[in-house]
């Protein structure tokens, strides 16, 4: 089965809160809290959380890889988070890393079309890149290339 990798977008905080949990795995929450895109991931499936702010609709820009990690089995599921909000999640094992600005990355981004506007694909919330860019955003982040599974993805030997 195919490995998909992710970019899912939340402020800083947002982000950090989901790879803190303290009782258990940690969580992703995407697109504010809507299940539909969660819907796309699948158990296995890499997922690294970029963070353009510190604080949700802040303007203390932060451009910055904040948690990175593998989802885990499990259908979407709401939580409560009181107030009235009931978000859908995912549950996601975390691995350790260190955040990482985008920007050195930018120019050898697979994912960005334009230099000048690569920013865009980050207004969707989530969105899939290829192994060649989990694999910079990794590295940049420090995480351990075996904990996400890198090489470890099927392979398919031709017969002749």
């Known amino acids: 089965?195919?490995?998909?990798?992710?970019?899912?977008?939340?402020?800083a905080a947002h982000?950090?809160?989901?790879?803190?949990?303290?009782?258990?795995?940690?969580?992703m929450q995407v697109c504010h809290g809507k299940v539909a895109p969660l819907k796309r991931v699948r158990p296995g499936?890499?997922?690294?959380?970029?963070?353009?702010?510190?604080?949700?609709?802040?303007?203390?820009?932060?451009?910055?890889?904040?948690?990175?990690?593998?989802?885990?089995?499990?259908?979407?599921?709401?939580?409560?988070?009181g107030g009235g909000f009931v978000p859908f999640r995912k549950d996601v094992a975390y691995v350790a890393a260190q955040e990482a600005s985008i920007l050195p990355l930018v120019p050898q981004f697979e994912f960005v079309?334009?230099?000048?506007?690569?920013?865009?694909?980050?207004?969707f919330g989530l969105f899939d890149i290829s192994d060649h860019d989990m694999r910079l955003i990794a590295q940049a982040m420090q995480a351990d290339p075996q904990a996400l599974h890198f090489g470890t993805e099927p392979q398919y030997a031709l017969a002749f």
């Open 45 to 81: 499936d890499r997922v690294a959380y970029y963070a353009p702010t510190v604080s949700m609709g802040g303007k203390d820009r932060l451009q910055s890889f904040v948690s990175i990690g593998i989802v885990l089995p499990g259908e979407p599921y709401a939580f409560d988070m």
């Open 15 to 27: 982000a950090r809160r989901g790879c803190a949990a303290v009782d258990g795995p940690g969580y």
């Open 113 to 123: 079309e334009s230099p000048q506007r690569w920013g865009y694909k980050f207004r």
């Open 1 to 11: 089965m195919a490995r998909n990798n992710w970019i899912a977008v939340a402020s």
